[in-house]
């Protein structure tokens, strides 16, 4: 199912969202001081194209042993950056191409993917892109440890 939910999404618009974030991906590794955002520009891309069976986490919800606060401080200043320059526009277009699908009964499930992917547009710095069965156990082993 998965997989009819992709090749669905690529049909009706994933391939032109996906070019936008492979743009996005290739003007952040031209300009120097925007590198340190290619790694979240390129796993929003991924999930851009094979949204379906893949989830954005946050990397402290993969490792919460690993959490720093110059990484978080660092983090958070790229995302400030990111929201301005480029995540607005990157948003928009998710958010445009949802309501596009959203008018027919077929593609009301891959609008849903793409607002999802908007709000992820917004905040991408400090996300990876796993799939949905990683994403729960690492959500599931968070809250086992909070209890403990």
Known sequence: MRTVLNILNFVLGGFA?????LLATLVSIVLIFTLPLTRSCWEITRLSLFPYGNEAIHVDELNPAGKNVLLNTGGTLLNIF????????????????????CITIIGIPVGIANF????????????????????????????RRRFE
């Open 82 to 101: 990111w929201l301005i320059f480029f995540g607005w526009w990157l948003c928009l277009m998710h958010i445009v191409s949802g309501i596009a699908q």
């Open 17 to 21: 969202t996906t070019l936008a974030w």
């Open 116 to 143: 999802k992917i908007a709000a992820i547009a917004l905040w991408p710095v400090g996300r990876r892109v796993v799939s949905v069965e990683v994403a729960r156990a690492a959500r599931e082993a968070n809250a």
